[in-house]
């Protein structure tokens, strides 16, 4: 194992993805377009992210025992992810159905399955893991607890964590105020402040709210408003690289952790982190799909 790595701990799921010119109405029956199946979760979504751009990476999670975790390791593998830490659940292996609108827009629905299915042992096995990584990243599509402990331990090894907290959920505030990094979109910086927040105006005006949670960076995404970058009483706004034709926009959040933990990882400052993570996304918008439309560094360099 190298030594400084990226560790995702987070979810693993199978996606089947359904380009479509609109949702169907109750009780009708739509005909999509055309369909792709896909390696999803937010988790092995920023993992592929982070290999693809030259990070040793490792994947921490659970698949099950089943063609589709043999489907999900395979791909990773192909990407240059490290799977040794994937486990087998007697569970399904996750499974996300995607709707992909003919305007970019995406509606996705999950089933957790293999992803909620850790214990002491898993947990015993994470630690080793993260105190030998440089960064650890983290989302909340597997249980909480468990994101709480290792947030602790990233803490505890002064290891650098980012925590994406999608979906929304109550997270202890001991295990907050240790990360490092804390990214949230506008639904879930909602969710966190207490306040309405769907635009850049709207987000200036609570980011506090947001800092006071973690006495690391804050950062709000703001879909093709940019984000903004918050530490303490300070913010900066960061544009989002301008894109002609947006395909779909499945991976473009999984690709923005990925690629900002990348930044991290090569030594940039947040700011610098945050404007190499917004041109990477934006590539990604421009391919269907999630992993397979995530950049190579040397396709962002060229863009």
Do not use: W
């Amino acid at each position: 194992m190298p030594d400084g790595y990226v560790a995702v701990i987070g979810s693993l799921n199978y996606d089947v993805l359904m380009k479509q010119e609109r949702l169907p109405l109750k009780g009708e029956t739509y005909v999509a377009d055309t369909v792709f199946y896909e390696g999803g979760g937010k988790g092995a979504n920023q993992a592929v992210q982070c290999a693809k751009l030259g990070v040793p990476t490792y994947m921490v999670g659970k698949v099950g025992n089943d063609n589709f975790g043999d489907i999900l390791l395979e791909k990773l593998e192909g990407f240059g992810v490290h799977t040794e830490h994937v486990g087998r659940s007697d569970k399904d292996t996750g499974l996300g159905v995607v709707h992909v609108l003919g305007d970019g827009s995406v509606y996705a629905s999950i089933i957790t399955g293999a992803n909620g299915d850790f214990g002491p042992e898993d947990l015993k096995k994470m630690e080793a893991v993260v105190s030998a990584s440089r960064i650890v990243v983290l989302q909340l599509e597997i249980p909480v607890p468990v994101v709480e402990q290792v947030i602790c331990m990233a803490s505890r090894h002064g290891v650098y964590s980012i925590l994406n907290a999608a979906p929304a959920k109550a997270i202890g505030r001991e295990a907050l105020e240790k990360v490092d990094c804390l990214v949230v979109n506008e639904s879930e910086a909602s969710f966190y402040a207490g306040e309405t927040i769907n635009d850049e105006k709207t987000a200036i005006s609570h980011f506090e709210k947001l800092t006071a949670l973690t006495g690391g960076t804050v950062i709000v995404t703001l879909g093709e408003n940019g984000s903004l970058l918050c530490k303490g009483q300070d913010h900066v706004v960061v544009p989002v690289a301008k894109v002609e034709d947006v395909v779909e926009t499945t991976g473009a959040g999984d690709s923005y952790i990925g690629a900002f933990a990348y930044g991290k990882y090569m030594g940039k400052t947040d700011e610098e982190a945050c404007r190499f993570a917004a041109k990477v996304a934006a590539v990604t918008v421009t391919k269907v799909g999630a992993q397979g439309a995530m950049p190579l560094l040397e396709e962002v360099e060229l863009f």
